[in-house]
T-cell receptor
Framework: QQQVKQSPQSLIVQKGGISIINCAYE??????FPWYQQFPGKGPALLIA?????SEKKEGRFTISFNKSAKQFSLHIMDSQPGDSATYFC?????????FGKGTSLLVTP | SQTIHQWPATLVQPVGSPLSLECTVE??????LYWYRQAAGRGLQLLFY??????ISSEVPQNLSASRPQDRQFILSSKKLLLSDSGFYLC?????????????FGSGTRLTVV
């Protein structure tokens, strides 16, 4: 079964706007929550990651917000740019393997 | 620096034919290695992972198999491909310390079974 649920499936944002992608999980044993960015025809690349001992992590225009009690985490892309158009995956790790969400296709319009 | 190589980039194979996809990692030792399949709208599905030579864990029962003949080599195989095996296959590695750091993915193989 899907251990990490991601929404929305697709998202259209105007240039300069904020893109928000949400993920939820059930397994409290997960202890590492990365986000990946994938461009067409390429493998996913690690974008930013967080551990459950912090509630927020920011790297440039990308921020992860983490709510341990609600078992939810989200990716915020500030000042979204057309070059951010890609598919984004959230994931959660327990043990040796990552469990991925189904992905969000983001389109940033000029 | 560490690099991961995956080939071929694209492959068109007839139903019933065999398959061999190869992945190698350079610049590290004892990596954890993974095979994922990505189908449209279905995210990344873990197929196999390996924490050492000859050690393969299968996550999804199917007609695919994996082998790790060398520390930094991971091979995905099939004896007879099905139409449903079409997809984008990704190899990934992470350090062998429990998998709690980021994966590095290869560039993928687009497999079309016809």
């Amino acid at each position: 079964q899907q251990q990490v649920k991601q929404s929305p499936q697709s998202l259209i944002v105007q240039k300069g706007g904020i893109s928000i992608i949400n993920c939820a999980y059930e397994n409290t044993a997960f202890d590492y929550f990365p986000w990946y960015q994938q461009f067409p025809g390429k493998g996913p690349a690690l974008l930013i990651a967080i551990r459950p001992d912090v509630s927020e992590k920011k790297e440039g225009r990308f921020t992860i917000s983490f709510n341990k009690s609600a078992k939810q985490f989200s990716l915020h892309i500030m000042d979204s740019q057309p070059g951010d158009s890609a598919t984004y995956f959230c994931a959660a790790n327990s043990g040796y393997a990552l469990n991925f969400g189904k992905g969000t296709s983001l389109l940033v319009t000029p | 620096s560490q690099t991961i190589h995956q080939w071929p980039a694209t492959l068109v194979q007839p139903v019933g034919s065999p398959l061999s996809l190869e992945c190698t990692v350079e610049g590290t030792s004892n990596p954890n290695l993974y095979w994922y399949r990505q189908a449209a709208g279905r995210g990344l599905q873990l197929l196999f992972y390996s924490v050492g030579i000859g050690q393969i864990s299968s996550e999804v029962p199917q007609n695919l198999s994996a082998s790790r003949p060398q520390d930094r080599q991971f091979i995905l195989s099939s004896k007879k491909l099905l139409l449903s095996d079409s997809g984008f296959y990704l190899c990934a590695w992470t350090s062998g310390t429990g998998g709690d750091d980021g994966y590095t993915f290869g560039s993928g193989t687009r497999l079309t079974v016809v």
